[in-house]
Nanobody
Framework: QVQLLESGGGLVKPGGSLRLSCAASGSIFSAYAMGWYRQAPGKQRELVASITGGGGNTNYADSVKGRFTISRDNAKNTVYLQMNSLKPEDTAVYYC????????????????WGQGTQVTVSS
């Protein structure tokens, strides 16, 4: 059973930074695409950033480009989201996602999700 454990959320002022971490159980972590998603109150869950297994390809939502950076340490089975220049509109619960199959894209309904970590940006 795959488990994803997010950490690093909290309260930060506008313009501040946070780094989220997602530690994954299971083997061959490097074979799986990973992603960060977020869900604000009353809104649908949306992709923030994703990264391929080897880390060679990344993808970002337009709203976070230039401010957020996704990375992974396959030796530690961990994916990170460095968030800089945070804005109030970044306030949401942030979720980690792992693809269900190796060397494959995300598939709705079968992928693995963490429990989420709250990020609040407020003065």
């Amino acid at each position: 059973q795959v488990q994803l454990l997010e950490s690093g959320g909290g309260l930060v002022k506008p313009g501040g930074s946070l780094r989220l971490s997602c530690a994954a159980s299971g083997s061959i972590f490097s074979a799986y695409a990973m992603g960060w998603y977020r869900q604000a109150p009353g809104k649908q869950r949306e992709l923030v950033a994703s990264i391929t297994g080897g880390g060679g390809n990344t993808n970002y939502a337009d709203s976070v480009k230039g401010r957020f950076t996704i990375s992974r340490d396959n030796a530690k089975n961990t994916v990170y989201l460095q968030m800089n220049s945070l804005k109030p509109e970044d306030t949401a619960v942030y979720y980690c996602r792992r693809a269900s199959r190796p060397y494959s894209p995300f598939r709705d309904g079968v992928d693995y999700w963490g429990q989420g970590t709250q990020v609040t940006v407020s003065s």
